[in-house]
């Protein structure tokens, strides 16, 4: 097993008055000599918890892995005061944090390099060239919100017409207490978010009860609808595609909701750049068939 180490950096949260700090967590040394894999979890508003078989690579392939909280989430600083502000809660705020924590980790100093996995603003940080970057991996995330949209839309509708109608209709009622709400939301998430054999796996338990904790992010950039509805709705990565300049492995399920219409912008954009739609999986097949995806990882990271 990896040697675990923990810690938390300050970070001076733009238009913010108060002390802040990022909690991260290291898996293997990540000072032994091969590139270090940044893995940045999903949501908006989710926590580190979900990705943390990727530690694994450490004894597989000898490469460290970084996880950490994105600000309001988990073990990092909360600021339950800016929930439903969507100025403050924007893409560069994010962008600073993930700036922040790799100068305060010095992680890529002069002769030093990165890899990067992660969603949304995986993505979109890649395309600001940073420094030591080595290779990018995107990972069941859609390029442009519209596509996601469509999607979520369509794999309701796919699902039995009667649980459906339910889900739309509990949906605009907020009636999310509703037995058949429940048990809707079960089902899509069994179908589409993570086909184990048991769901929601351990690693999404405390994943979602730390979302279910604090809303501050997620309520306010997705929203608490059934569809994405808030100011995440808008989000396209789609027009600085062509600046990202490292090797690029975008990931995404059969049955995923992030389906190829989501990801086709990526393949049909970045430079250099391999596309794998994994086989029977949906949204999260590093929970789904752990040894297949970490396979997958290290010998594209090799």
Known sequence: MALITEGRVAF??????????????????????????????????????????LAALYDRAGIPVIFYDQISNGKSSHIREREGNMDFWQEQLFR?????????LDLCSTGKELHQLGRYAGSSFATYRPVGLRKLIISNAPAVMAEWIRSEIACCKALPQDVADSL????????????????????????YQCR???????????????????????????????ILSDSLKT?????????????????????????????????DNIPKVKWMTLKDKSHLPLLEDTKTYLQLVAQFLE
């Open 168 to 191: 739309f209709e509990c949906d605009r009622n907020g009636d999310y207490q509703n037995p058949k709400w429940k048990a809707g939301k079960a089902l899509y998430g069994k179908t």
């Open 96 to 104: 600073a944090e993930l700036e922040n924590l790799i100068k305060k």
């Open 235 to 267: 989000w396209t990565v789609v027009d600085r595609l062509h600046l990202i300049d490292r090797p690029t492995l975008v990931i995404n399920g059969e049955f995923d909701i992030v389906d190829q219409g989501c990801v086709k912008p990526f393949f």
């Open 12 to 53: 001076n949260v733009p238009g913010l008055d108060k002390s802040c700090e990022t909690y991260y967590k290291i898996a293997g040394d990540f000072k032994c000599g091969k590139p270090a894999l940044l893995a940045l979890h999903g949501g908006p508003g989710l926590i580190h918890d979900y990705l943390m078989p």
């Open 196 to 226: 184990s054999k048991v769901f929601p796996p351990p690693e999404l338990v405390s994943t979602f009860q730390a979302l279910a904790d604090d809303r501050t992010v997620n309520g306010t950039m997705y929203g608490k609808t059934l």
